[in-house]
C-alpha cells in the first residue's frame, strides 16, 4: 500500500499548493468569486464536469448499477441530460447576465425583493450539498487509512476549506481540472476495462445475473420520473452550476462547453452502472450496495493503480464539496448577510470584499465539517435540500427567463407555497417519498401563474433593463473581465 498512499499523498499536496497558487491570482470580487468570467472551452468543460460527478456519481453511481445493473446509470444520466439542456437552452442567457448569484438574477427579472427569501432556499441546498459531499471522505478514507470517520471528515474537509479560502474559484477551477483529468484516467480508462476482464467479459456478466439488470428500464419508470424532477430541473437551477456558468468567457463557451461536459456525464453515467454490475459478479453478497466501489477497487486493482482510482474517487468528493461550498458562501455573503444589513455595496473597493468573501467560505467551511460529523443519515438531508430546491424555486427562476407576465408577487408566492408545500408533505409521507416534490412543485407552478396574473405587470423600465442585460449590455465593467493573461482564458 506504500505506494497507493504516496498517490494519495501526492495528490492532497498538489490541491493545496494549486490553493496557494489560486491566492496569488485572485484579486477581485470577479476572479475570486467566478474566475475572472474567462475560462476558455478546454478548462471550462473539465471544470463544469468535475463539479456535476460527485462522490454521488462515482460511489453512488457504482452501488446502483451493483443494485440494478445497467439501469442504475439513470441517476447520473439525468444529472447529464440536465446540464444540457441548460447549457443548450439557458446557459448563453445566464452569462450574458454577468450576476454572481440565482438571487440577483430573480432581483434583475423582477425588480428586487426576491433575493433574501430565495437566498436562503438556495444557501439550505448548497449547504446540505456541501455537507453531504463532505461525508464522503470518511468512506474513501477508510479504505485507505482505517481511519476514524470523524477524523477522516476534518482531514478531507481541511483541505477543501483550505484551498477553497486562499484561492476561490482559480483554485476551485485548477483543482477541478486535475481532479476531472484523475477521474476520467481512474474511472473510464483503468477501472471500468479492470472491471469487466475481472468479471469475464459481458457474456459472464449476462450468464452470471438475471436478465433485468440488463434492461435499460429495470430501476422502474416512477424512479426514473423522479430523478429526472429532482436532479434534471436541479441542474437548471442550482447556484453550485451557475456559479460555473458564470465563469465563462463567453456565451458560446458556456454553451458548447457545457454541452460537451453533459455528453461526459452520459458516458459516465454507463461506466459507472456497468463497473457496479461487474462487482455483483465478483461480490454477489455485499451488505451495502454503496461499499461496492471500494471493494472492488481495494480487492481487484494492482498497486498504484489502486492508488490512483481512490484519489479519482477523492477527487469527486472534493469537486463537489469545493463548489457546493463557495457557492453556499457565496449566497450567505452576497444574497443574505449583505441584504439584511442593507449595505449591499455597488461600488465598494473589490479587495475588501475578496476578504469578505474568503471570511464567509472559511466560516461555512468549519461549519460544514461540524455538521458533517454530526449528521447521520446523509440520504434524507440531501433529499430534504433537493426538494425545497426544486419545489420553491425551479417555478420562478424558469417562469423569470421564459414567461414575460410572471411577476415579483407571483415569484414570492411560488417560493414560499412551493417551500412550505414540500415541508407539510415530507411531513406527512415521509422524507423519501416522491410525492413531495410532485405535488410542492404544482403547487408553486399554480402560485407562480395565479398570483402573476392576478397582480399588476412587472414595470416596463424593470424588463428594458432585463432584456438590456440578457442581451450582455451592462453589468461588469469590461476592463475587469480583460485583465487576465491570453494563456489562462485560451485553456
Known amino acids: 500500500m506504500a505506494v497507493d498512499y504516496t498517490v494519495i499523498v501526492v495528490y492532497l499536496a498538489g490541491m493545496l499548493a494549486m490553493g496557494w497558487w489560486g491566492m496569488r491570482r485572485a484579486k477581485s470580487k470577479s476572479e475570486f468569486l467566478v474566475a475572472g468570467r474567462r475560462l476558455g472551452p478546454g478548462m471550462y468543460s473539465g471544470t463544469m464536469a468535475a463539479i456535476v460527478l460527485g462522490g454521488a456519481s462515482t460511489i453512488g453511481g457504482v452501488g446502483l448499477g451493483y443494485k440494478y445493473g445497467l439501469s442504475g446509470a439513470w441517476m447520473v444520466f439525468t444529472i447529464g441530460l440536465g446540464l444540457l439542456a441548460l447549457s443548450i437552452f439557458f446557459s448563453a442567457r445566464i452569462a450574458r447576465l454577468k450576476v454572481y448569484t440565482v438571487s440577483e438574477m430573480l432581483d434583475l ?3 428586487g425583493r426576491a433575493g433574501v427569501i430565495s ?23 477508510d479504505v485507505l487509512f482505517d481511519m476514524n470517520r470523524t477524523l477522516a471528515i476534518v482531514l478531507g474537509g481541511s483541505i477543501v476549506v483550505a484551498y477553497s479560502t486562499l484561492g476561490g474559484m482559480w483554485s476551485i477551477t485548477l483543482t477541478d481540472m486535475v481532479q476531472f483529468v484523475v477521474k476520467t484516467i481512474g474511472v473510464l480508462l483503468l477501472l471500468l476495462p479492470i472491471a469487466v476482464v475481472k468479471a469475464g467479459g459481458f457474456s459472464e456478466m ?27 430541473f436541479g441542474m437548471l437551477i442550482g447556484q453550485d452550476i451557475w456559479q460555473r456558468v458564470f465563469t465563462a468567457r463567453s456565451d458560446k463557451t458556456a454553451k458548447w462547453g457545457g454541452t460537451v461536459a453533459g455528453t461526459y456525464c452520459l458516458a459516465y453515467a454507463l461506466a459507472g452502472a456497468v463497473i457496479g454490475t461487474a462487482a455483483k459478479v465478483l461480490y ?37 464539496s469545493s463548489g457546493a461550498l463557495i457557492a453556499c458562501a ?3 455573503n ?8 442593507g449595505v449591499v455595496s455597488r461600488s465598494g473597493e473589490e479587495h475588501d470584499e475578496v476578504k469578505g468573501n474568503r471570511a464567509f467560505i472559511l466560516i461555512m467551511g468549519v461549519a460544514v465539517v461540524c455538521i458533517a460529523i454530526a449528521l447521520n443519515d446523509v440520504v434524507e438531508a440531501l433529499t430534504v435540500a433537493y426538494n425545497l430546491l426544486v419545489g420553491g424555486l425551479l417555478v420562478p427562476i424558469l417562469g423569470g427567463l421564459l414567461w414575460r407576465r410572471g411577476t415579483v408577487q407571483g415569484a414570492l408566492a411560488s417560493v414560499v407555497v412551493g417551500g412550505l408545500a414540500v415541508i407539510g408533505l415530507m411531513w406527512g409521507y415521509g422524507i423519501l417519498a416522491n410525492e413531495p416534490v410532485y405535488y410542492g412543485l404544482l403547487s408553486s407552478l399554480a402560485a407562480y401563474v395565479v398570483v402573476s396574473l392576478a397582480t399588476k405587470p412587472t414595470d416596463a423600465a424593470v424588463l428594458a433593463h432585463w432584456r438590456e442585460r440578457l442581451a450582455g449590455r451592462g453589468g461588469e465593467a469590461p476592463a475587469e473581465a480583460e485583465a487576465a493573461a491570453p494563456s489562462a482564458a485560451g485553456a
Open 109 to 111: 427579472r423582477y425588480g
Open 119 to 141: 437566498g436562503v432556499v438556495m444557501w439550505a441546498y448548497t449547504l446540505m450539498l456541501a455537507v453531504t459531499s463532505t461525508i464522503a471522505y470518511a468512506t474513501i478514507f
Open 206 to 232: 449476462k450468464a452470471q445475473l438475471p436478465t433485468e439488470y440488463f434492461d435499460p428500464l429495470g430501476i422502474g419508470g416512477e424512479t426514473i420520473f423522479t430523478y429526472v424532477l429532482i436532479y434534471t
Open 284 to 320: 454477489p453478497k455485499l451488505e451495502s450496495a454503496d461499499d461496492a466501489f471500494a471493494t472492488i477497487v481495494k480487492d481487484e486493482l494492482p498497486m498504484g493503480v489502486r492508488g490512483l482510482v481512490l484519489a479519482a474517487a477523492l477527487a469527486a468528493v472534493m469537486s463537489t
Open 330 to 332: 457565496t449566497v450567505a
Open 334 to 341: 452576497n444574497d443574505i448577510w449583505s441584504r439584511l444589513r
